[in-house]
């Protein structure tokens, strides 16, 4: 549904918890691309981008966010882009806009949530091989072709599994020992040593997750990813 459907995320909602009980982990991955002359795009084309690309993030985390508050658990991942970091073109301005919102929206929830023992993580990668160009649109140019910049860092595009790695290592190092991987004889760490773990990885310190983006200025990295951890009970 591209998120755009509330009401088909409501039922997602409810289907969910009745089929596992809960809600632990909600990974949002909205993404449209709009490309052209920032001074010839039609209002209704930012609008359809802004939808899906900011619009899209904050439906869904409204859907499932009274459950993990009332829960006082849970962790949110949303997937933006490199293009939320910085401007790497001029050809794609709509799309920049909308993962800087995102970035943004996903920065106040890490505050918002962290004492609701909500964790909230943002995953920013580069050029990465997905179907997005099956729905771009071009506006607002004669000649798409001669138009479209793309730097030479950012043309090294890497796999959906290698996204999904960093995405799951980065959200389990961020959950609470009930819902991380078992120790030996399969019993849970001990909250006590969870939390020495914790002071000793920098657990809730936003930090950046280490992934395949291009150089960036220190104050871009510095925002490349906030990840609090959530305090789930067992």
Same mark, same amino acid.
């Given at each position: ?176 020992? *009930? $819902?991380? /991987? =078992?120790?030996?004889? #399969? @019993?849970? &760490? ?5 939390? +020495? ?5 920098? *657990? $809730?310190? /936003? =930090?950046?997750?280490? #992934? @395949?983006? &291009? ?5 871009? +990295? ?13």
């Amino acid at each position: 549904t591209g998120q755009s459907d509330g009401e088909e995320l409501i039922r997602a909602v409810e289907q969910t918890l009745e089929r596992f009980g809960r809600v632990d982990v909600l990974v949002n991955s909205p993404g449209v691309s709009l490309l052209g002359a920032v001074e010839n795009i039609p209002s209704e084309d930012w609008q359809w981008v802004l939808d899906v690309n900011l619009m899209g993030f904050v439906r869904a985390c409204r859907a499932f966010l009274p459950h993990m508050i009332e829960r006082r658990c849970g962790h949110i991942l949303n997937v933006a882009s490199v293009a939320g970091l910085y401007a790497y073109s001029y050809d794609a301005i709509p799309y920049i806009t909308s993962k800087f919102g995102c970035a943004g929206f996903t920065e106040g929830l890490a505050v918002y949530g962290r004492p609701r023992g909500i964790g909230v993580s943002l995953l920013c990668p580069g050029l990465v091989q997905t179907n997005l160009h099956e729905n771009a649109r071009f506006v607002g140019v004669p000649d798409p072709g001669a138009f479209l910049h793309f730097p030479e860092h950012l043309r090294r595009p890497i796999g959906p599994d290698e996204v999904g790695r960093v995405a799951c290592e980065g959200t389990e190092s961020a959950l609470p020992a *009930a $819902h991380a /991987p =078992r120790g030996r004889g #399969g @019993a849970a &760490p001990s909250a006590r040593g969870q939390r +020495r773990r914790d002071r000793r990885a920098g *657990a $809730h310190e /936003p =930090r950046p997750v280490r #992934g @395949a983006l &291009p150089e960036l200025t220190a104050a871009a +990295r510095s925002r490349a990813t906030t990840s609090l951890a959530s305090g789930c009970p067992a």
